[in-house]
């Protein structure tokens, strides 16, 4: 079912952190939330300062997941050549 003014409804179920914030109030952050009423997605994407959801991007559990490990031997392999 679409909206009427064209919002995906969403919900911040967990804030994890704050990323980077800019000078101009624009925020990028993690947070657990649930898109369209859909199941919990970690959550990396770009806010406005009056807390608009900008572009970003939504990982299911097991995408989460294997990016943790991606990033986990990345830099494993980053100690073992310094």
């Known amino acids: 079912m679409n909206n009427p003014n064209g919002e995906v409804p969403y919900k911040i179920i967990k804030p994890l952190g704050v990323l980077l914030e800019k000078d101009n109030g624009y925020t990028r952050e993690v947070n657990i939330m649930s898109w369209n009423n859909g199941d919990p997605k970690l959550d990396i994407r770009e806010w406005s300062p009056s807390h608009k959801p900008l ?10 997941i294997i990016l943790r490990d991606m990033l986990a031997y990345y830099f494993e392999e980053q100690e073992e050549t310094a």
């Open 55 to 64: 572009k970003g991007i939504a990982l299911s559990e097991n995408e989460t």
